[in-house]
């Protein structure tokens, strides 16, 4: 069968979210109560499978699509118990380009085994550069160990990807000094509009969203910027190019949507397929991964799950499904 909608859209990319939980409490992803405190970052887990039987359903999965690349999200993917041995499986068995995002805590302890288990590409979120704002966001005191933990997969010779979610307020002083920080290490960056997801898709999402047109406003104070850009097919950022030639990029999701050739499948760590953030619906997998035919009508049916244009919100949480 034949995974194709009438759009002509496929999945080429899979996202596993392999834990919801998390050691930070980043405000734009879990919510917190008036004294700044985390709440939801230690409940309760989802239903993990053996890692084995993820691995299984992953290289079934890859089987009949054939990913281009599989990206390691969460909660935060360095807590997942059993992460090396996991991405071992996937890359013994044919899964060539293995990627992670992160939150870069424990990046620096585990830098040289992710880039010897094969992970080349990790995307690691810092939201500012300076501790005060760091902890605002992240509602922790660990920019040092981010930093340190960046540096760390360079040196083992893993291409490093910067994202920061910029929100009105609160970190809009740091796209400067992220930008200047990214130029000096020769890091990409890519800046992300506040998503409708989780506690900001009934309310709140207006006041604190931050568009792409005010993100470019403010680094025009500094920086030229080359007046082309563009957006790679099936990519999620627009990219732009500073006069000195240095890119970055900007993932509009409400500015500049980009559902029309969205290519990504969704896998949580209980064995739930998602074709599309804006669908709370899920299909379970388990069961009839060994049956293609079966496992091809589930893909069919998440695939429908894509929005035609434009990501209208969901109340998923991004914790659990990883972004
Ligand atoms: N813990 C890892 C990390 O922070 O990189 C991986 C999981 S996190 C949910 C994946 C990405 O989603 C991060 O880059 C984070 O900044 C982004 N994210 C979380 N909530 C968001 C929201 N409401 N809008 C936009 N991006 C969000
Ligand atoms: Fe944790 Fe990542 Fe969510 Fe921050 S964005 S709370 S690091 S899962």
């Known amino acids: 069968m034949e995974i194709k909608d009438q759009h002509g859209r496929t999945f080429k990319t899979l996202r596993i979210s392999l ?5 930070f409490g980043c405000v734009y992803c879990v919510n917190s109560d008036d004294k ?3 709440n939801e970052v230690n409940s309760s887990p989802l239903l993990h499978l053996d890692y084995n039987v993820l691995a299984e359903y992953v290289i079934l999965l890859h089987k009949v699509l054939n990913f281009e690349s599989v990206r390691l999200t969460g909660g935060e993917p360095m807590l997942y118990q059993n992460l090396i041995p996991f991405i071992h499986i996937l890359s013994s068995n044919g899964i060539k380009s293995i990627k992670m995002t992160t939150n870069g805590f424990s990046l620096k302890q585990k830098a040289e085994a992710l880039a010897a288990a094969g992970v080349k590409d ?3 979120s810092l939201d500012a550069v300076d501790p005060d704002v760091f902890r605002a966001v992240a509602k922790r005191n660990f920019l040092k160990q981010v930093l340190d933990g960046i540096e760390a997969a360079q040196h083992n010779g893993i291409s490093v990807k910067l994202n920061a979610v910029i929100m009105r307020g609160l970190n809009e002083n740091q796209i400067l000094p992220l ?9 990409a960056i890519r800046y992300l509009e506040l998503m409708r997801m989780g506690h900001f898709y009934s309310k709140n ?4 969203f931050f568009p792409m047109k005010e993100i470019i406003t403010a680094i025009s104070t500094k920086y030229t910027l080359h007046p082309y850009n563009y957006r790679n097919p099936s990519a999620t950022a627009q990219i732009f190019q500073l006069e000195n030639g240095f890119e970055f990029g900007i993932i ?11 290519d990504r499948l969704r896998l949580d760590s209980s064995g739930n397929i998602y074709g599309c953030l804006s669908e709370e619906k899920s299909e379970y997998i388990g069961g009839i991964v060994h049956d293609e035919v079966k496992l091809s009508e589930k893909l069919m049916e998440a695939l429908k799950h894509k929005q035609p244009l434009k990501f209208k919100g969901s109340p998923l949480k991004m914790i659990s499904i990883g972004g």
Do not use: M, R
């Open 122 to 124: 990790i995307n690691v």
């Open 179 to 187: 930008l200047d920080y990214a130029i000096s290490k020769n890091i």
């Open 19 to 23: 834990t919801n939980l998390c050691n």
């Open 205 to 208: 999402f207006n006041e604190n």
């Open 36 to 38: 700044g405190e985390v």
């Open 252 to 262: 509009a999701n409400e500015s500049e949507p980009f559902c029309s050739d969205c």
